[in-house]
């Protein structure tokens, strides 16, 4: 079993969709969760970065975290085809430590106009 | 956050040759890292490139196969040695920043394609 599960997808939704993305794990010493996006033939960038359990807001984007789930959530309001990218989540036990940062393997959306 | 550089973007190589991927940033950082990235997978570390001292390598990577330089603060390369067509992916140069260098952030990668 992988430390972190995360649907490949595709999904493949409507302009103005709301979408859920997903991310499972298995270590209950994650307390650090990030989203990374990387559209087609770019380096990933950070999108949302939390820590511990609850939610954090940033214009359309909704991070969720419930640690006693071991699930975290990136929802996306009023979907943009500018959102059709791959979705990764990346987590860690302690901050600072690149090294022991892990990575789902990302969920590729498509928003169709 | 940094701007990084990488180059080449993509490259198509013959088995048994190597390759060199360079990566810049705007900014001095203390630890720069090399990623994996193959398709359906996850991002995988291959080593941290400390300045000034010999690369941290993770674990399945090997400083022969991979060998890095960091000559300063701002940039790194990854050399792929003696590729194989197992060796086509995408590699990432990344920098950690942040009050604690808990966030991330990463070059735009280069595609490697070993025939």
């Known amino acids: 079993q992988k430390e972190v599960e995360q649907d490949p997808g595709p999904l493949s939704v409507p302009e103005g969709a709301i979408v859920s993305l997903n991310c499972t794990y298995s270590n209950s010493a994650f307390q650090y969760f990030m989203w990374y996006r990387q559209y087609s033939r770019k380096g990933p960038e950070l999108l949302m970065y939390?820590?511990?359990?609850g939610n954090k807001e940033d214009g359309r984007f909704t991070a969720q975290v419930d640690k006693s789930s071991k699930y975290i959530s990136l929802f996306i309001r009023d979907s943009q085809p500018s959102d059709t990218a791959t979705y990764l989540c990346a987590m860690s036990a302690s901050a600072g430590s690149a090294r022991q940062l892990t990575f789902g393997s990302g969920t590729q959306l498509t928003v169709l106009p | 956050s940094a701007v990084i550089s990488q180059k080449p973007s993509r490259d198509i190589c013959q088995r048994g040759t190597s390759l060199t991927i360079q990566c810049q940033v705007d900014s001095q950082v203390t630890m720069m890292f090399w990623y994996r990235q193959q398709p359906g997978q996850s991002l995988t570390l291959i080593a941290t490139?400390?300045?000034?001292?010999?690369?941290?390598?993770e674990s399945g990577f090997v400083i022969d196969k991979f060998p890095i330089s960091r000559p300063n603060l701002t940039f790194s390369t990854l050399t792929v040695s003696n590729m194989s067509p197992e060796d086509s992916s995408i590699y990432l140069c990344s920098v950690a920043q942040g009050a604690s260098d808990e966030k991330l952030f990463f070059g735009s990668g280069t595609q490697l394609s070993v025939l």
């Open positions: 490139a400390n300045q000034g001292s010999e690369a941290t390598y």
């Open positions: 939390t820590y511990s359990s």
